[in-house]
């Protein structure tokens, strides 16, 4: 068989980046273009951006041209800002080409939702809907991934919240309808600018709390995978550390430790979800994820409050972005699961 043609929109971003060291070593994959912004220069190699790739790519990144993105591969991977995706998949799409985004631009089904949390209208709201375009949490859509053409690649906070609180939520233990969670993450979260991290020098910094766009696709699967309604309150804060994330939650619960991590056994089996462990009793580390496609959730459970304390970690980067994005994208073609990412 053939390798799979495969093309990066957005190669000089942190999760371009780590696409690129992760596709690497994907035996069923040669990258055949690197594109940066439209604004993009000057065509540069590479390993002048990323010395690391130097004698095991020898590629240019190029500046962004829609037609060029198209003819060169079969699937194309857009790790572009939020409101840039939307432009580019319609094409890409008749065109016949595979597409996982790793944006925001087609997390949300209500076209209504991007202006108050996206900042911008759709401009192809008609693809939001279309069955072809799958929310890409890969423990949860396998099936519908593997037919898919057009992947919504969850965000961070998203995954790490969605694989923490979904079993408890299928197994009908959630009393209420509300979720506490307090999230930390690396500051490459919010993409690569010089400045933030420069700010974010022996810095703990709260942002966009209660009004984090991964809220609405949180509640919005919750709702899709289980029929619940959902209130969130989120507080996002970023770390003074480069990459790794731990969300955790506080969610009300009568059941028993003994029935939650049944529930977690049933939804999270080594076969079905290779990538997820579950403990009881003990929490999970940044150190155990980062530069892993893992996430590790941690369970302890307060019997007099009734409450279960979730926490979830993963490498924001990897899981939450480029390693989840590569685990749809072998599922869409029939791959192992864990090529390229074990």
């Known amino acids: ?49 990323f010395p690391r790739f130097a004698g095991r790519l020898d590629l240019p990144i190029e500046s962004l041209d829609p037609a060029r993105l198209a003819a060169s591969a079969d699937a194309v991977f857009l790790a572009l800002p939020h409101g840039e995706s ?49 929310y890409g949490l890969s423990e949860f859509h396998r099936e519908e991934i593997q037919r898919a053409k057009l992947i919504a690649n969850p965000g961070c906070y998203a995954t790490s919240v969605l694989l923490a609180c979904l079993p408890l939520f299928a197994a009908k233990l959630v009393e209420g309808d509300q979720i506490l969670v307090d999230a930390k993450s ?12 420069a700010d974010m020098a022996e810095n703990l910094r709260p942002y966009k709390v209660n009004h984090h766009q991964h809220m609405p696709e949180i509640t919005q699967e919750i709702h899709q995978m289980t029929g619940r309604t959902s209130r969130m309150a989120f507080v996002p804060q970023a770390l003074s550390i480069e990459r790794g994330l731990i ?59 009734e409450l279960l304390i979730v926490m979830s970690a993963l490498d924001n980067l990897t899981k939450g972005a480029a390693g989840q994005a590569i ?16």
């Open 247 to 305: 969300s955790t939650l506080f969610i009300k619960t009568r059941a028993p430790l003994e029935a939650v991590a049944e529930a977690y056994r049933v939804c999270y089996t080594p076969e079905g979800a290779p990538f997820v462990t579950v403990r009881v009793g003990s929490f999970p580390q940044l150190r155990d994820v980062v530069e892993t496609n893992d996430c590790q959730i941690g369970l302890s459970y307060d019997a007099a409050m």
């Open 86 to 134: 939307m432009r580019l998949v319609p094409s890409l799409l008749k065109a016949g080409k595979r597409v996982i985004d790793l944006a925001g631009d087609f997390r949300l089904r209500d076209p209504s939702l991007y202006p108050q949390w996206y900042a911008f209208d759709h401009a192809a709201a008609e693809w939001l809907s279309r069955p072809e375009v799958v």
């Open 327 to 342: 685990q749809n994208f072998n599922l869409m073609h029939g791959f192992p699961e864990t090529t390229a990412l074990r």
């Open 186 to 197: 690396g500051f490459s979260g919010a993409g690569r600018k010089p400045e933030l991290a």
């Open 1 to 49: 068989m053939p390798p799979i043609r495969v093309a990066i929109a957005g190669a000089t971003g942190y999760a371009g980046e780590e696409l690129i060291r992760l596709l690497l070593n994907h035996q069923h994959v040669r990258l055949t273009y690197l594109a940066a912004s439209a604004k993009w220069e000057r065509s540069t190699s590479v390993s002048e951006v």
